[in-house]
């Protein structure tokens, strides 16, 4: 299966304007032979917290974003995923930073970012996911993380077995570029799975983005390298490279 990971910029606080941009962006990673196609973070909107957008940031359960993915998904036939936040159906005060991916028939599954990002007060403002979540995309076993979710080993450790590809769609800033390259090779090398980092490019808020969005092997081989530009990353996936990568190399049996 062909993954493209789009490395995008962000309008501000402008859905619309994201989604026209983005929906070009999507056509061409389709028509480069992409099954799967994935957003940064917080894709529609850019990563904002507080008081001052607490009111223009969470959507409905179901609102634009999750309707955009459905319609870019049903429209160039393709799975399509990102980041926003979402509301739950119940009554929950807080948003969940929520990763949803539409299937080509519209079918939408979702991952609640297990980790808040408290350094910066995320926690404050977005409610935690208590789940990990994978499934199942043309044959592949794909896992679903979010961001800083990428520095808590365990959590890719305990889907390991059940996971070919691990996406992680970020807003990860360029002052710890260094760490967001070598955790996500690192969480490729010790789980002997694919790793797809999905970084925007660009300003938001008072910070400044690098992208370096990284498509790993499950050896930690480097298959696609983004730099401090919009571009869109490709890379062919099978469960057979992983499947041998861990009957060579058999670590996994000594945790």
């Known amino acids: 299966m062909r993954i493209a990971a789009i490395q995008h910029d962000i309008q501000w606080l402008d859905r619309e304007a994201n989604f026209l941009h983005l929906e070009s962006l999507i056509a061409s990673a389709a028509q480069g032979g992409a099954r799967l196609v994935v957003l940064s973070e917080m894709f529609s909107t850019g990563f904002a917290m507080g008081e001052k957008w607490i009111n223009e940031l969470p959507e409905p359960f179901n609102g634009p974003c999750s309707q955009f993915l459905q ?17 739950p159906e119940t009554n929950d005060a807080l948003p969940g930073n929520t990763f949803i991916v539409s299937s080509p028939d519209g079918a939408l599954t979702r991952y609640v970012k297990m980790h808040p990002f408290s ?4 926690d404050k403002w977005f409610r935690a996911g208590s789940n990990i979540v994978t499934l199942d995309i043309e044959g592949i076993r794909v896992a679903l993380f979010v961001c800083y979710d990428l520095r808590f080993v365990e959590e890719f450790w305990n ?6 590809v691990y996406l992680v769609p970020a807003n990860w800033p360029d002052s710890r570029r260094e760490h967001w390259i ?15 980092g999905v970084n925007r490019v ?9 992208g370096d969005s990284r ?29 041998t990568t861990r009957l060579n190399f058999p670590f996994m049996n000594d945790r």
């Open 71 to 87: 319609r870019m998904a049903q429209k160039f036939g393709v799975w399509v995923g990102g980041t926003c936040a979402e509301l």
């Open 119 to 122: 350094y910066s007060g995320e």
């Open 159 to 164: 889907c390991a077995e059940q996971t070919d």
């Open 182 to 196: 070598a955790l996500l090779q690192a969480r490729a090398i010790e789980n002997q799975a694919y790793v797809v």
């Open 202 to 210: 660009g300003a938001g808020g008072s910070l400044i983005y690098a």
């Open 215 to 243: 498509i790993f092997g499950p050896l930690g081989e480097t298959l696609a390298a983004g730099s401090a530009a919009e571009e869109i990353l490709f890379a062919d996936v099978t469960k057979e490279h992983v499947a």
